[in-house]
């Protein structure tokens, strides 16, 4: 296995068929919820760590096209959620995961605000609440297996590999549809979008349709996040105790007030019944 992992997903191939989030909640113990008008889940959540997003795009021709993004965490190669743990509860194992350890997080969801994605979902609705999103079937990839999402593909849209030799087959993809003069042939954008997003991330794409009419952020810096953020972060703890505390007098000042408020207005009432 890999050091360095990745899954280059082909959007021109994809059909939309769902299998691959089918799978994910499987091998993942996700629950069902409610589908969309498609048949699946559309935005990520707590309990669907992938989503098959469906886009009706117009063509040259002014024809409507359907298109299909999948999305998930996108395994950063410098990872800003794991950048701002102060508890290290996010880490990158030796396969190149980002993997989440429910037992380290204090629920601070600082990884929540990092992620240039939008990827990290929390569990509002348990007691015991944890951050869930994509670990990149890191189970799997220990045993030296393929994440469940890109085994159940049928199109061979997901392909898993080392991401050097995929960042080559996408590079080559994409000059062979330029050299072609068959305008009946897939024609690929001149881009790898994951190549420089956010200094790298182990889920690559290539695409037919321009990237941006695919729901990917646009607005995502080529360049590692962790390097922009870090004079900021470098104060979390600092920041993190203060806001606590300000909170804290906010609080007893709001019910410091309520009590003056109903103190002045029971003298009131009694003053009213003389
Ligand atoms: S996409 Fe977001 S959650 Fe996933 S590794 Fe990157 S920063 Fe972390
Ligand atoms: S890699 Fe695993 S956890 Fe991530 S979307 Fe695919 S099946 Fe789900
Ligand atoms: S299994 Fe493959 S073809 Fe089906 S929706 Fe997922 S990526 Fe697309």
Same mark, same amino acid.
């Given at each position: 296995?890999?050091? /360095?992992? !990745? &899954?280059?997903?082909?959007?021109? *191939? =994809?059909? +939309? %068929?769902?299998? $691959?989030?089918? #799978? @994910? ?69 030796? /396969?190149? !995961? &980002?993997?989440?350890?429910?037992? *380290? =997080?204090? +629920? %601070?969801?600082? $990884?929540?605000? #990092? @992620? ?72 690929? &954008? ?85």
């Amino acid at each position: 296995m890999s050091s /360095n992992s !990745a &899954v280059l997903f082909n959007v021109a *191939k =994809c059909i +939309g %068929c769902g299998s $691959c989030t089918v #799978a @994910c909640k499987l091998w993942n113990d996700l629950e069902f919820g409610e589908n969309n008008a498609h048949g699946f889940d559309a935005e990520l959540s707590a309990d669907s760590w992938t989503v098959v997003q469906y886009h009706s795009i117009k063509n040259n021709a002014d024809q409507s096209v359907f298109r299909f993004t999948k999305r998930q965490c996108m395994h950063c190669l410098e990872p800003s959620c794991a950048s701002v743990c102060f508890a290290n509860a996010i880490t990158v194992d030796e /396969n190149g !995961a &980002v993997v989440y350890s429910p037992k *380290k =997080c204090v +629920g %601070c969801r600082y $990884c929540l605000i #990092a @992620c240039p994605f939008d990827v990290p979902k929390y569990e509002w609705n348990k007691v015991f609440p944890s951050v869930m999103k994509c670990q990149l079937c890191a189970d799997k990839l220990a045993e030296g297996e393929t994440p469940s999402c890109v085994s159940v593909c049928p199109t061979g849209a997901l392909i898993f590999g080392d991401r050097d030799e995929l960042l080559e087959k996408a590079h080559a993809i994409i000059a062979t549809s330029a050299a072609t003069e068959n305008m009946e042939a897939t024609h690929y &954008v001149n881009e790898v979008y994951g190549e420089k997003q956010a200094g790298g991330t182990r889920w690559l794409y290539i695409s037919d349709v321009p990237f941006a009419e695919l729901g990917l952020p646009a607005s995502v810096p080529k360049k590692s996040i962790p390097g922009i953020v870090h004079d900021y972060t470098k104060w979390k703890p600092g920041v993190f105790l203060g806001a606590a505390a300000a909170f804290s007098a906010i609080g007893l000042y709001t019910k410091r007030r309520l009590k003056i408020e109903e103190e002045k207005a029971s003298e009131n009432g009694g003053e009213n019944n003389v």
